[in-house]
């Protein structure tokens, strides 16, 4: 089995979700559960954040032409159903049930035409950033999927690798670096340190940091918030390891 994942970094107006996440920078979207078939899409999303943009997000899945993650710039005449599961005053579950047209295209569908149809998919949406993980059988063409996929997206959204490895391998396999982070995340973690982003008070600020490094304020946003989590996560994880047994005598 392989395992790969990308980023699509939408443009402003190109996908309601990801405008509405970028003006609640705070806010998630996480895929709970999402499932293909060649004529249909169905997902559940969790989302969190404040009240409002908990709101927009609603607003967005419910009342837009999101179509469940239709990559179509036009208006593709699917039919979507939207349900609100659940919602608490920092959290909202949805349900969504797409059904494609001709004039459809997916992530998902496109993955099942060049990767094969037993795809497992997992999404995570903050911003502009919508990451995808797929893990697949390794038998498709992942170069063909990835051309497919960069017609269907046009000039809506930038296109991401951050990992590709076989599910088995060992962290700092294929795309990683020995610290587990891909190597934009390294790389943009050397570049706040060596500038002083991380010094108290900060040397330089984010978007100083991503004009220097030449990258969208979002994308370097995106990037450090990753390597973090990961890094404080491994930190954790690791303090849990049981100590050495003691020597015997």
């Not at 996908?15 to 899409?41: C, F, G, I, K, M």
């Not at 997902?43 to 837009?64: C, K």
């Not at 893990?135 to 170069?143: K, N, P, W």
Request: aromatic share 6%; hydrophobic share 35%; glycine share 6%.
């Amino acid at each position: 089995m392989r395992e790969l994942v990308f980023a699509l970094e939408y443009e402003p107006g190109c996908n309601r979700v990801a405008d509405a996440l970028a003006d609640h920078p705070d806010a998630r979207v996480r895929s709970l559960s999402l499932h293909a078939t060649a004529e249909q899409l169905w997902r559940v999303d969790h989302a969190t954040g404040i009240p409002d943009a908990l709101d927009a997000i609603e607003d967005a899945f419910l009342t837009s032409d999101y179509y469940a993650d239709c990559l179509a710039t036009e208006d593709c005449g699917a039919t979507q159903t939207t349900r609100v599961l659940d919602r608490t005053d920092d959290t909202l579950v949805l349900y969504s049930d797409w059904e494609r047209t001709p004039s459809c295209a997916s992530v998902p569908h496109i993955a099942r035409d060049h990767l094969g149809k037993s795809v497992l998919f997992e999404t995570r949406h903050e911003g502009r950033h919508y990451t995808w993980r797929l893990i697949h059988s390794g038998e498709g063409d992942v170069a063909a999927f990835f051309d497919a996929l960069e017609v269907a997206v046009g000039d809506c959204a930038r296109m991401e690798m951050l990992r590709t490895a076989d599910t088995t391998a060992s962290v700092g396999g294929s795309g990683e670096t020995q610290s587990g982070l891909s190597p934009e995340q390294e790389a943009a973690l050397r570049a706040a340190v060596e500038h002083g982003y991380y010094e108290s008070p900060r040397e330089v600020d984010v978007g100083e940091l991503a004009e220097h490094l030449d990258v969208p304020r979002s994308t370097l946003t995106y990037r450090l918030r990753r390597a973090e989590e990961h890094l404080a996560k491994q930190h954790v994880a690791d303090e849990r390891l049981p100590e050495d047994p003691p020597a015997t005598r």
